[in-house]
């Protein structure tokens, strides 16, 4: 029975993890319709960012905001010089450029960082709590990922449900033609959008790194788990987004604690495949399904 | 206010000196040309809508009245042609850029927010009115928090107006098709604009609130300019002030409604050629 609760504590904070690259992926394909394969990349390009920092003695937290920052001004530049010129094309092209910038960022780092598996520090204990005698499968640090992401959902919660800046984002996201006509300036918002979405996908990869390693691609495994949690929250919901890496990483850590950690994979492609099959809308959705 | 020299409120329109209508307080449309593919949809069409006034497009249908609004609104780059809005000429600019400059426009289809209260509606449309950029509402909460409050007073104020403020937290699909066009158009004039372009709003409604609607038009018109695209004859007939017609992408006629009532081109347009007897 202790197996079991470790096991959910433990999918409960990959879950997390999943929600936040969910969130990324979401908040760009409702206003767009483009899936940002990229954002793996950017995830692992701004926790780079992070790590030579920390090399260089900067603070933790510091490093940690300035990956941030650089995650945010990464998306919002990749909006608005790459993607901007496919916009008006077809969806596909957008996603072919997308995994292209996956690729080219991920070499990249590559060709800045090296290749080689190395250390992310997570600055709070990675070892087991200990309640009573019996050591729990969660750490501090496990701690910290839900305070960051409690933390970060509530601000965006506010901002698109309380601020004037949120409200244009919306509307630009369900009717960009009503909204340009309304005087929202489309454009910014789309920019602001993609910033926000991979300043998420950054702080994911700083969660994620200290348990995956740091590498050019530590964050592709991650971004299919996230993918399904897009998928399973109906991929134009926030709240679809949380509660789909909740589910992805509570299955996924039971798959995984119980079947062999070698399934994960396999069990993520198992349910986005039963999702996409089952409920191809997702749970959250808005959207009725598209006849093609 | 006063669409020419900006002074907040003259106490009377006559008042203000500058009021008068010339072209740099209205709108122009100089032989504007849309071509789609082969399909000519307007050929070298002018028009010329003054402040205070109701300018009325009428035509048959595929006339090319809402590719006129398009180009007007800034949806469609025309072919050739130039716009001049307020003495400036604005070729190429896009919707927000126009609408920010003082037009606004209301469309056929209303295109309200289904999954948004009409409250937040309306306030999408008060953007324009906004002073805090993009960065400095995601810095500082404090500004966009109490800016969030004026436009939703704003918004209020406008819904106020149309006599919908009771619906203010209805999504719009729950409401009645009346009542949602007076949200749409309390969402185009809670900009303040300058000009109002109207695309058919009388189309759905009953007899009653048609007239209703031509009072408000009427009232709205000693503000501000108005474009107006619609079928229904007797609103046109008793609310604009000038006519234009158009027939297969062209201008065939042009005057006060009295004018475009007696001329035989517009018979011809709408009831087919004359039988020859």
């Given at each position: 029975m202790r197996n079991f609760w470790n096991f959910l504590l433990i999918g409960v904070s990959n879950g997390l993890v999943y929600s936040l690259v969910a969130l990324g992926i979401v908040l760009i394909y409702r206003s767009t319709r483009v899936i940002n394969f990229a954002l793996a990349a950017m995830a692992t390009f701004s926790t780079f960012i992070a790590a030579s920092l920390i090399d260089r003695n900067v603070p933790y937290f510091v490093a940690f905001l300035a990956a941030i920052v650089f995650g945010f001004l990464l998306g919002a530049a990749t909006e608005r010089f790459v993607m901007r010129p496919v916009e008006s094309k077809s969806p596909l092209n957008a996603v072919i450029v997308a995994i292209g910038m996956l690729i080219f960022l991920e070499a990249m780092a590559g060709v800045i960082w090296g290749a080689k598996l190395r250390n992310f520090p997570s600055h709070f204990s990675l070892i087991g709590l200990k309640i009573g005698g019996a050591r729990l499968a969660i750490s501090n640090f496990d701690l910290f990922i839900v305070t960051v992401v409690v933390v970060l959902l509530l601000a965006l919660l506010v901002l698109f449900r309380y601020t004037k800046l949120g409200l244009m984002m919306r509307a630009s996201a369900f009717a960009p033609e009503v909204a340009r006509l309304l005087g929202v300036r489309v454009g910014r918002m789309l920019t602001l959008g993609w910033g926000l979405a991979c300043a998420a996908g950054a702080v994911a990869g700083l969660l994620a790194a200290p348990k995956v390693f740091l590498f050019p691609n530590n964050m592709d495994g991650v971004l299919i788990f996230g993918f399904t949690a897009a998928i399973i929250g109906g991929l134009d919901s926030p709240v679809g987004a949380l509660v789909g890496g909740l589910l992805t990483g509570v299955a996924l850590s039971f798959i995984g604690g119980y079947l062999g950690s070698d399934l994960e994979n396999v069990g993520a492609f198992v349910i986005l495949v039963v999702v996409l099959m089952a409920r191809p809308e997702g749970i959250f959705s808005s959207m009725s399904a598209r006849r093609v | 206010m006063c669409a020419k020299c900006h002074n907040e409120a003259p106490a009377s329109p006559t008042l203000c000196q500058n009021r008068r209508m010339d072209s740099k307080a209205g709108l122009s449309v100089d032989e504007v040309s849309v071509r789609f593919g082969g399909l000519v949809a307007l050929d070298r069409v002018s028009l010329e809508a003054a402040p205070g006034e109701v300018h009325g497009v009428i035509g048959p249908n595929g006339a090319g009245k809402t590719t006129l609004f398009n180009v007007m609104c800034g949806f469609v780059k025309p072919d050739s042609g130039t716009l001049t809005f307020f003495g400036q000429k604005v070729h190429g600019l896009r919707p927000e850029k126009l609408t920010r400059m003082g037009v606004a426009r209301t469309l056929q289809g209303l295109g309200l927010f289904p999954r948004m209260p009409v409250l937040e509606n309306v306030m999408i449309g008060a953007d324009s009115l906004a002073k805090v950029?993009?960065?400095?509402?995601?810095?500082?909460?404090?500004?966009?928090?109490?800016?969030?409050?004026?436009?939703?007073?704003?918004?209020?104020?406008?819904?106020?107006?149309?006599?919908?403020?009771?619906?203010?937290?209805?999504?719009?699909?729950?409401?009645?098709?009346?009542?949602?066009?007076?949200?749409?158009?309390?969402?185009?004039?809670?900009?303040?604009?300058?000009?109002?372009?109207?695309?058919?709003?009388?189309?759905?409604?009953?007899?009653?609130?048609?007239?209703?609607?031509?009072?408000?038009?009427?009232?709205?018109?000693?503000?501000?300019?108005?474009?107006?695209?619609?079928?229904?004859?007797?609103?046109?007939?008793?609310?604009?002030?000038?006519?234009?017609?158009?027939?297969?992408?062209?201008?065939?006629?042009?005057?006060?409604?009295?004018?475009?009532?007696?001329?035989p081109l517009v018979t011809e347009a709408y009831l087919g050629d004359e039988v020859q007897a």
């Open positions: - | 950029g993009v960065l400095r509402a995601l810095i500082g909460a404090g500004p966009t928090v109490s800016e969030e409050r004026h436009l939703r007073a704003a918004a209020m104020a406008a819904l106020d107006r149309m006599g919908v403020a009771g619906y203010a937290s209805k999504l719009p699909p729950q409401l009645p098709y009346a009542i949602q066009k007076k949200v749409a158009l309390a969402r185009a004039l809670v900009s303040n604009p300058r000009f109002l372009l109207l695309d058919e709003p009388a189309s759905g409604l009953s007899e009653e609130d048609m007239g209703e609607l031509g009072d408000l038009i009427l009232e709205l018109s000693s503000q501000l300019g108005i474009v107006l695209v619609e079928h229904h004859m007797d609103l046109v007939m008793r609310v604009c002030s000038n006519i234009s017609v158009l027939d297969f992408g062209r201008v065939i006629a042009e005057g006060t409604p009295a004018e475009v009532k007696a001329n």
